[in-house]
Antibody, heavy 126, light 108 residues
Framework: EVQLVQSGAEVKKPGESLKISCKGS????????IGWVRQMPGKGLEWMGI????????RYSPSFQGQVTISADKSISTAYLQWSSLKASDTAMYYC???????????????????WGQGTLVTVSS | DIQMTQSPSSLSASVGDRVTITCRAS??????LNWYQQKPGKAPKLLIY???SLQSGVPSRFSGSGSGTDFTLTISSLQPEDFATYYC??????????FGPGTKVDIK
């Protein structure tokens, strides 16, 4: 069974650093991209970026480039999302997702998020 | 960036009703369109990928259609467990994938 299990809720102060995690199991962790999605309180979904654990190739949404760092440790099947200096506006639920690409005779048919972690709530408040 | 819009933003419906949600992209995205369902306090769940392909395990009352810029999610007979918020997502331009603002379906 494919599972993405995220680390627990965090309460931090502005300016502090944070690293949250997402552990994959039940599939070949190095063969699928892992992404991160933000959901601010009462709001919609925002795609942040993805990493390919096989070679650590990482892509960021322009909205999040420079604001966060995505990494992965394939030896323990775990992806990370980190901040060096949190702001109150980083308060949100963060989901990790498995990004699947379907190919048909070399043609890309679909990219989608087929598995989601349970979410990590990050609260930043003084 | 490709902008996604959804209509309506919310709707009230009864069990058994046929429900249709529309998603529009600001430019052609071929069939790179996915639909997700999110219930309160839960992670989203993939329903439809590639505009019309049903994800494994998703009931057949859910269907998707469209290509280019206009897409539709249809629930043929609304069930109590379908009351949720539905999001479309374009995956044509990665890493600039974007979600629609969501459509909340609640009980009439």
């Amino acid at each position: 069974e494919v599972q993405l299990v995220q680390s627990g809720a965090e309460v931090k102060k502005p300016g502090e650093s944070l690293k949250i995690s997402c552990k994959g199991s039940g599939y070949s962790f190095t063969s699928y991209w892992i992404g991160w999605v933000r959901q601010m309180p009462g709001k919609g979904l925002e795609w942040m970026g993805i990493i390919y654990p096989g070679d650590s190739d990482t892509r960021y949404s322009p909205s999040f480039q420079g604001q966060v760092t995505i990494s992965a440790d394939k030896s323990i099947s775990t992806a990370y999302l980190q901040w060096s200096s949190l702001k109150a506006s980083d308060t949100a639920m963060y989901y990790c997702v498995r990004h699947t690409e379907l190919l048909w005779f070399g043609e890309l048919l679909s990219r989608h998020f087929d598995y989601w972690g349970q979410g990590t709530l990050v609260t930043v408040s003084s | 960036d490709i902008q996604m819009t959804q209509s309506p933003s919310s709707l009230s419906a009864s069990v058994g009703d046929r429900v249709t949600i529309t998603c529009r992209a600001s430019q052609s995205i071929s069939s790179y369109l996915n639909w997700y369902q999110q219930k309160p306090g839960k992670a989203p769940k993939l329903l439809i990928y590639a505009a019309s392909s049903l994800q494994s395990g998703v009931p057949s009352r859910f269907s998707g259609s469209g290509s280019g810029t206009d897409f539709t999610l249809t629930i043929s007979s609304l069930q109590p467990e379908d009351f949720a918020t539905y999001y479309c997502q374009q995956s044509y331009s990665t890493p600039r994938s974007t979600f629609g603002p969501g459509t909340k379906v609640d009980i009439k």
